[in-house]
């Protein structure tokens, strides 16, 4: 059974940093596509980052930039590097694999 975990997330001033952690078990970490999802306040789900067990990484117009996603294989386990917060990017964040979801963790930048 897949189960994803995310932790990290909390209050942080605009233009700080946080770095969101997924850890993953139940599947063979290293052969799939991990991604970053956010849920703000009202809105839909919205794609954030991705990363391709082959290497690739794409991402999102609001998180290039400012975010980097990673992933290390050895501790199955996907990251979120978030710099420069703003207030938009208050947000549930989700791991995502394949079809499976995690419970997500709170972001919250004060305007």
């Known amino acids: 059974q897949v189960q994803l975990v995310e932790s990290g997330g909390g209050l942080v001033q605009p233009g700080g940093s946080l770095r969101l952690s997924c850890a993953a078990s139940g599947r063979t970490f290293s052969d799939v596509n991990m991604g970053w999802y956010r849920q703000a306040p009202g809105k839909g789900r919205e794609f954030v980052a991705i990363?391709?067990?082959?290497?690739?990484?794409l991402y999102s117009d609001s998180a290039k930039g400012r975010f980097t996603i990673s992933r290390d294989n050895a501790t199955n386990t996907l990251y979120l590097q978030m710099n420069n917060l703003k207030s938009e990017d208050t947000a549930i964040y989700y791991c995502?694999?394949?079809?499976?979801w995690g419970q997500g963790t709170q972001v919250t930048v004060p305007s």
């Open positions: 995502k694999e394949l079809q499976d």
């Open positions: 990363s391709g067990y082959l290497g690739t990484t």
